[in-house]
């Protein structure tokens, strides 16, 4: 099987989601589902190492439409983590309770402690995606000077971006480790996506006519994401495109991306054990041994 370069994926320039891919076959399902279960094992006890080194947390952002596979990506890679030091958030609709804050309170209050990984199961962006595909909800957000649609305008989603931008500097800068990744898929395969919900049974559950609603809007959510990508993706906040379509291929994307990355921080080791507690192992063995 090919090794992963995060480079082949960062969003480190100005790009066209038209020109990336959204299929992408590393090998054969099993083989790669086999050797996703070995890496996911590998972040498993990294993610312990992280936990006791206690000063970075993690950011794990993950934005697709509608069926990319946002749900079963966290499942399938996360499945050998500490859940003690796993945190999974789903943003839906807002509260009345979230509205009476600023758009960005939900997402702080959730955001991990040191030591801990958090995972946004669509995320901040849904304030620059959603809504900008569907202005009016903004107006649902009682915010000063905004009364019509009509004040919805490109002022008001620059400085929208700007905020969004702000907030992940601050949080880089306080030591969150922050990946972004747009699972991108293609229209054909989210059309029989939507088809396998109406034709098993036991995925209707998954079906929701809004999901054809929105499908209508694709073109306007390809337009919405590919500037998001392009204005927000920085060093300390790097989106990845991950191709969608195979989702095994794509779940071993992203844990390679993750691995690779959080195993450069040199600084992330276990801390050391206390001199005075080191020097008296041998006599708190011995207490326990004869007990």
């Known amino acids: 099987m090919p090794k992963i370069s995060p480079d082949d994926y960062i969003v480190n320039s100005s790009i066209s989601l038209k020109d990336r891919k959204t299929l992408v076959q590393l090998d054969e399902d099993e083989k790669v589902e086999k050797q996703l279960r070995k890496l996911r094992k590998k972040l498993g006890k990294l993610q312990d190492t992280l ?7 993690v950011l794990i952002c993950i934005q697709g439409m509608d ?3 946002k749900d ?15 945190i999974v958030h789903s943003f839906k609709v807002p509260t009345p309770l979230e509205l009476d804050h600023d ?54 989603w620059d400085r929208r971006f700007e905020e969004i931008k702000n907030f992940e500097k601050h949080l880089a800068d306080n030591g969150t480790i922050i990946f972004k990744f747009f ?37 306007k959510y390809q337009v919405v994401y590919e500037d998001a990508l392009n204005r927000t993706s920085a060093k300390h906040a790097p989106w990845f495109t991950i191709p969608a379509d195979n989702k095994p291929s794509a779940r071993y994307i992203v844990a390679s991306i993750l ?12 801390p050391p054990l206390d001199d005075d507690i080191r020097a008296r ?5 011995a207490e326990l041994n004869n007990e």
């Open 51 to 57: 936990y006791a080194h206690g000063k970075y947390a």
């Open 281 to 285: 192992l041998e006599e708190y063995k």
């Open 183 to 219: 699972l991108h898929l293609s229209k054909e395969e989210q059309k029989n996506r939507l088809l396998r919900r109406l034709n098993i049974e036991d995925k209707h559950w998954k079906f929701s006519p809004g999901d054809l609603k929105e499908r209508k809007l694709w073109d």
């Open 72 to 86: 079963s990506m966290i499942k399938e890679v996360f499945k050998d983590f500490n859940t003690s030091g796993l």
């Open 67 to 69: 069926t990319a596979g």
């Open 103 to 156: 758009y960005l309170w939900r997402h702080y209050i959730a955001l991990p402690a040191r030591g801990k990984f958090a995972i946004f199961n669509r995320t901040h962006y849904e304030n620059v995606l959603v809504t900008r595909v569907h202005p009016s909800y903004i107006l649902g957000e009682n915010q000063p000077g905004i009364h019509t649609v009509k004040d919805v305008n490109d002022a008001f």
């Open 259 to 270: 691995y690779q990355a959080l195993k450069g921080y040199s600084d992330i080791k276990e």
